[in-house]
């Protein structure tokens, strides 16, 4: 998915980073009946029902909205998520071939909840959807301040988060690893797919700890107000979150085990 007319490096990233998920998520998921094609359209979704979505596999679609194009969806896109949950959506339409391949809503979220790896994939997935469409709005409405978010990158050494900082902000570590550090202390470890800054989000005080890269690192930020929204219709992210920090108390537990003999 892009822009039309726009070149951004950060926009190509997080479509990037978009169809990569979408290969992981729907690897080992059954299609929803035979691949669909098309000499042309003027709207996908029209006549598919409701409660089906599509993964583009050749041709491009012009996403219109008022009759004004917003985006181009391409290959490896998927389309019709926002409609599947009655959220209204653009029209596709493509004057060339299309193909597309069906899943059924449900089974694709009984295939998410399968697994901790497709949870975490798929919550990556949906913050990074909606980093893309922020930035798809900040750029129509130039007059506003851009939040910062999407895609960052840093350095080993660098520091991502801060101690005692207010907390505006979640992060997915996409790539690499970096230290948790209090006081000086380290206290615990990212790894690639976790997510880290939320305890501050939903506590509403500061940062508790100083997050540290430990090699060059892909940093995904999602403004706190997206994150809180993204919990509200997927409840699946808390529970995973919830699972993490069980894990982090445990190693914790260890550490202070170690300490003590």
């Known amino acids: 998915m ?18 990569a998920l979408t290969d992981d998520i729907l690897k ?12 042309r359209t003027s709207d996908l979704l029209a006549s598919q029902p409701p409660a089906r979505l599509f993964r583009i596999t ?11 194009t917003i985006a181009v969806v391409e290959a490896g896109d998927l389309v019709g998520l926002a409609r599947c949950f009655q959220i209204p959506d653009g029209v596709l339409q493509s004057e060339d071939p299309v ?15 399968s697994s901790t790896a497709l949870q975490r994939n798929w919550t990556c997935y949906l913050l990074s959807a909606s980093a893309f469409y922020r930035s798809c709005l900040a750029r129509l409405v130039p007059t506003q301040a851009k939040p910062a978010m ?11 988060i801060r101690e005692d900082e207010d907390a505006d902000c979640v992060y997915t570590l996409l790539e690499g690893s970096a230290d948790a550090i209090r006081r000086g202390v380290k206290v615990g470890e990212i790894r690639a797919q976790e997510i880290f800054g ?20 892909s940093v995904l930020a999602v403004r706190k107000e997206d ?12 529970v995973n979150l919830i699972e993490e920090m069980a ?15």
């Open 28 to 39: 080992d998921l059954p299609p929803d009946g035979e691949t669909i094609r098309l000499d």
């Open 247 to 261: 894990d982090k108390i445990k190693d914790l537990n260890t550490q202070l085990l170690e300490l003590q003999t």
């Open 227 to 238: 994150f809180l929204d993204l919990v509200v219709h997927q409840p699946q992210v808390c």
């Open 198 to 217: 939320a305890m501050a989000v939903f506590t509403g005080q500061k940062r508790s700890a100083t997050v540290k890269a430990t090699s060059d690192c």
């Open 99 to 113: 193909e597309a391949i069906p899943y059924q809503r449900e089974a694709l979220l009984r295939h998410v909840a």
């Open 2 to 19: 892009y822009l039309p007319d726009v070149d951004d490096p950060q926009l190509h990233h997080l479509a990037d980073q978009m169809r």
């Open 150 to 160: 999407g895609f960052l990158d840093f350095e080993a050494g660098e520091i991502i």
């Open 58 to 68: 050749s041709g491009q679609l012009s996403m219109l909205h008022d009759g004004k």
